[in-house]
Every structure is written in C-alpha cells, then in structure tokens.
C-alpha cells in the first residue's frame, strides 16, 4: 500500500478529531462548523475552477438549486433523511451545472464570470415570482431524521454535524486524488496555456465542463447540508452577493490545498459572528478591508504563509 | 397602442437611467481593463451626496431652482474626491495583474464602500421630491409622465454628445483612444498613461455619481440600492460589449425597452428577463454586440 500523503493524513485527522470532539462542543459551535463546513464544500468546487483559471460570480445558483432541491424532498413520502435531500441537492445541481456548463464551457476571465453571475440571477428572479416556493421569504426545511437518527434535539445536532463532517471529508479526499490524476492536472494546464493543451490532443472544453459540473455537484450538496442545517432557505443564496461571498473565501483560502477551503470558510464564519456580535455595521468593511490584503499582500492566499513557514523552519 | 406607447416611454426614461451609469462603468473598462464592482456603490454614493446638499438646500428656504445645479455639482464633488482616492489609493498597485484580480480588488472595494455609505449615512431612506415635483407632469396622448423623466433623458443625450466630443474631439481624448487601442505602444510614444488612468477612473466616478445624484429624486435613497444597480449596469456593458459607448448606449436601449415591456405585459418575468437577454446575446456573440472578436494568443 502507498504511503499517506500529507493532505490525505491531515484529512484523515481532522476527520477523527471532529468527529470525536463534536459531542464536546457547545451548541453554537457545532451550528458554525457545521454551517461553515457545508458552505466549504461550495468553496471546494470553486478552488477546482480557480486552478482551471475561472473565477465563478454564480456558484450561488448551483448552491440554491441543491437546498431547493433538498427543500421539496420531505414532500416526497419516504425520502427525508438528510443523507437522501443532499444526495437530491447534489444531483440536482450536477444536472444544472451539465445544463449551462454546454454555454459556460466556452468562456474565460470576466465573460465567464459575468455568464455565471447572470445564470445565477435569472434563478433568482425566478425564485422569487414564484409564490408555490414561498417567493421571497422561502420556506422551511426540516429533514426528518439524520443517518436514521430522529432529527430533532442534541442527538440529531450532532447527526447532521457527523453527516457533513463526513460529507466534507469524502469530498475533500476524492477532490484531492483528482487534482492529482491525469485529467485533474489538465486544470492547471489550461490556465497557463489552452492552446498547447490542445495540442496535446486533451479537450479544453471537455476538461472545464467535468470541473463545472465537479463544483455543480459540491455547491449542491454544500447548498443541501445548509438548508438542513439552517432549517430554512431564501432567494437570497441564488443572489450575486452570496456568490461573491464564495469567491472571497476562496481568494482568502487560495487554491494551495483541499484543506484550506474548509478552514477558510471556518474562519470566516467566526469573524462573522464576532462581528455581528460588537459591530453589525462594518462587518462588510472588515471583509473587505481583509480581501484588499490579502490580494495586495498574499496573492496565493491564507494558505502560502504555511508553504513559508516551512521554507523558514527547513 | 397605449401600451405599446407606454411601453416605449417607460424604456428610454429606463434606458436613459442605465446610460449615464453604463456609460462610466465601459469607459473605464476600455482604458484600464478593470470591471469596476464598485461602480454601483459610487453610484449610491451620488444618491446620497445629492440628497444631503439639495435636502440642505432646501430646508434652508433658498431658491428651489438651483437645486439642478447642485445635484450636478454633488456628483462632480463624488467623483473629484473618490476617483483620485481609489485609483491612487488602490487600484494603481494592482496595475498589470489579471483581469478577473480587478474585479476581485473592485468586489472588496464595493464591500467597504456599502459599509462606509451606512457608517455615515445611517440605515434610514432620504428623499428630496423638489426638484422632482417642481416641473410638473406633462400628458403624451392617454399618458401622464412627470416633466424630470424628460430632463433624465435629456441629461443621458447631453452626456453621450458631450462624451462623444470628449473622446474624439478633443487632444487628450485621442490620447485616450490610443492608450485603449495599445496600452504599451501608447506608452512608449510618450502618452503619460498613469494620468489617463486617474483622469479615466475620475471620470468614470462622476458619471457613476452623476447617475445616482439625477435618480435621487425619483427614489427613496436607500442602503443597498447600489447592489442590483451594479448587476444591471453590467448586463448593460456585456450586451453592448465592454469598453464600448455605442455599444452602452444600444445596451441600455435594449435593456430597457426589455424591462419595461417585461413590466407591462409579463410582470413576473421582469427580473430575469434582463439576465435572461444578457445571457442570450453572449451565448450568440461571445463578446457582446460592438466588440470584434480577438484572436487567440499563443
């Protein structure tokens, strides 16, 4: 057998540690990381695109489509486990993503942004004229057991805690051992250098429709795990605000390492907390104030101080 | 027929709106390929300038006439002030990095922005009515349409003709031209490509601010109205194709006729439709409408 890699051991023990620390965490804690692990899940997506040289103003669109999804699940007899409504969010997004990956495939830089970002917003006008899907105020999501465990109360907290602990770190591995096949490497590729990809007989288009619909699938699912673990879902996931959320934790994070789209989607989330908590107001200057930064000053994100540590320590 | 007519009127006072925004947001693309995210903020930031010099104005019980003056004034201020300040304070050190980094460093310009307007403006809505109740309404056939609709698009001629002049009339618009033709060839001829640039991005504040400071008084100034403002105004650009004014003016045109007929005759359509024809011109011209395509490097 092959020796574990750095990435997969660290996976493995964040996975173990979570997991065992879960029972120990106070209520508010175990909604943060479950929140923010499920939004990571919509950030991984976005790193896959990012190392393939797009940057996505629309990964809302598949994040809404899947808690949509999800959400219409429990009206179906039969079909309310948490586990089913991801798997449900997670297909209905992929097929989304195949639908308008035909269109998107075929752009770059700002277009592809600016396409995603206007697919997104047709979701969002659509969702909120339409009066069955409770128009803009949304509707509640409630699944009625988690993994077989009844939903409600400290026991089932901690099932959909479990559920996308679990979920996050499947998808965490099987993106890792993607990046790093054959076809994963292609992405890196094709944002040095289309053209010389071609050439070497690979397809560019096939190439980026896979990874869109790779992160169609994660903000579906991460869409999914939301809602249930939220309780309710709005419009408003489909908005451009809500993509660009996205986007900033992955400029945040970089594109170094699976890992860092879940830490920084932690992180943010804990700054978010904190500041609501003292300073409701600024807490969109403090995000942004953060992003110029880390723009200016960490190009490769959060993660490169890790790579330097190392560099200096060595 | 009516409804055609309303139709038809509602889309150009519309259009005029989305010109004098879009026109700012192309020009700036065009000279300093940078997809300005928080033009829709500066755009907010006009509303609110207005709205607190003429509301001044006003409650001072000085002559309500001037306050035209002042709401164009209130938006030279905006972009004199906020243009140098972005562009010096930020933007030149991203000079040269990726388009899609611009647009990146204007979505964390954008989020500062909307936090500042609400630090010092607060949360609650402002209104001026003045200069807006001062012209009246004037009847086109079964129709009644308030006279400042009229000086809206009149304003959103003027500023076309005006910018039309501006860039192919005058010295430092050729300059412009050639610096949004060759950048480093322009450059190497002498151009002093870093003042463009300042002067582009100012003036591109003002006519973001000029599009807010005309609309304050039609609206309730709110926080949060540069939000959708900004995804309009792009859908404008990429229709038409970015960094070209025929291509804002034409964009705006078809963005409006396509709302305003969205709201006569399918109102729930109406806030995809936008998108929805946004999406459909750069599925047939990847570009937008007014942009040649560009060959692939190698």
């Keep these: ?49 990012m190392r393939t040289g797009l940057v996505s103003f629309g990964q809302g669109l598949y994040f809404a489509v899947g808690a949509y999804a999800a959400g219409m699940m429990p009206r179906a007899p039969g079909l309310s486990d948490a586990l089913a409504l991801m798997l449900a969010g997670g297909v209905a997004a992929g097929v989304v993503a195949a639908l308008c990956g035909l269109l998107l495939a075929r752009y770059r830089g700002i277009f592809f942004a600016m396409l995603s970002l206007a697919f997104s917003m047709i979701l969002y006008g659509l969702l909120v004229k339409t009066s069955v899907l409770g128009s803009t105020d949304g509707f509640n999501v409630a699944a009625r057991t988690v993994l077989g465990v009844a939903a409600a109360g400290a026991y089932g907290r901690y099932a959909v805690f479990a559920l996308t602990v679990a979920t996050a770190f499947a998808a965490g591995f099987l993106l890792h051992r993607f990046l790093g096949s ?27 429709h896979l990874n869109l619909v790779i992160a169609g699938i994660l903000a579906g699912a991460g869409g999914a795990l939301t809602g249930v673990t939220v309780g309710h879902i709005d419009p408003e996931m489909a908005y451009w605000t809500t993509s660009g959320e996205f986007v900033f934790v992955a400029i945040l994070s970089g594109t170094a390492s699976v890992l860092a789209p879940f830490l920084g989607s932690i992180l943010l989330e804990l700054l978010r907390s904190f500041a609501y908590e003292y300073s409701p107001n600024t807490w969109q200057l403090v995000v942004g104030g953060a992003m110029l930064l880390v723009i200016l000053f960490l190009p490769s994100g959060l993660w490169s101080v890790f790579g330097r540590w190392r560099k200096v320590l060595r | 027929m009516g409804d055609v007519l309303a139709v038809v009127i ?25 997809l300005n995210m928080a033009h829709g903020s500066l755009y907010a930031l006009g509303a609110y300038a207005a709205t607190s010099v003429v509301g001044a104005w006003i409650r001072g019980g000085r002559a309500p006439l001037v306050s035209y003056a002042l709401l164009i004034a209130a938006a030279i201020a905006v972009g004199l002030i906020f243009g140098p ?34 630090l010092v403006w607060g949360v609650e809505s402002y209104f001026i009515t003045e200069p807006y109740g001062l012209l009246g309404t004037v009847e086109i056939g079964p129709l009644t349409y308030p006279v400042y609709s009229g000086a809206l698009v009149l304003a959103a001629i003027v500023t076309g003709l005006l910018l039309r002049w501006g860039i192919y009339g005058t ?13 480093e060839m322009a450059a190497s001829l002498g151009v002093n490509v870093r003042n463009v640039f300042l002067i582009t991005f100012t003036l591109g504040t003002m006519l973001a601010a000029l599009g807010g400071a005309l609309t304050a008084p039609t609206v309730s100034v709110v926080p949060g109205m540069g939000v959708e403002t900004i995804v309009l105004a792009f859908a404008v650009v990429v229709v038409g194709g970015l960094g070209s004014m025929p291509g804002a003016a034409l964009g705006s045109l078809i963005v409006g006729l396509v709302r305003s007929a969205a709201v006569h005759f399918f109102p729930q359509v109406e806030l995809f439709s936008i998108y929805l024809v946004m999406a459909l011109v750069l599925a047939l011209r990847p570009r937008g409408l007014f942009v040649a395509p560009e060959a692939r490097k190698i």
């Design chain 1, 182 to 208: 054959h076809l994963g490497r292609l992405a890196p590729a094709i944002r040095d250098n289309e053209l010389r990809v071609e050439y070497m007989g690979a397809s560019v288009r096939n190439v980026v």
């Design chain 2, 171 to 183: 010295r430092y618009g050729k300059l412009l031209v050639a610096v949004i033709h060759d950048r």
């Design chain 1, 1 to 49: 057998m092959k020796r574990l890699d750095r990435t997969t051991f660290a996976l493995l023990a964040s996975l173990v540690l979570l997991l065992a620390g879960g029972p120990l965490l106070p209520e508010w804690a175990l909604f943060l990381v479950t929140n923010s692990l499920a939004k990571g899940l919509v950030v991984l997506g976005l790193l896959l695109l």
């Design chain 2, 10 to 34: 509602d889309g150009t006072i519309y259009a005029s709106w989305l010109f004098i925004i879009a026109a700012g947001l192309t020009i700036v693309y065009g000279v300093m390929r940078i």
């Design chain 2, 85 to 118: 300040l972005i562009e010096r304070g930020v933007l030149r050190f991203v000079y040269g990095r990726d388009e899609i980094v611009m647009v990146l460093v204007t979505y964390a310009l954008f989020l500062i922005l909307e936090d500042a307007i609400k």
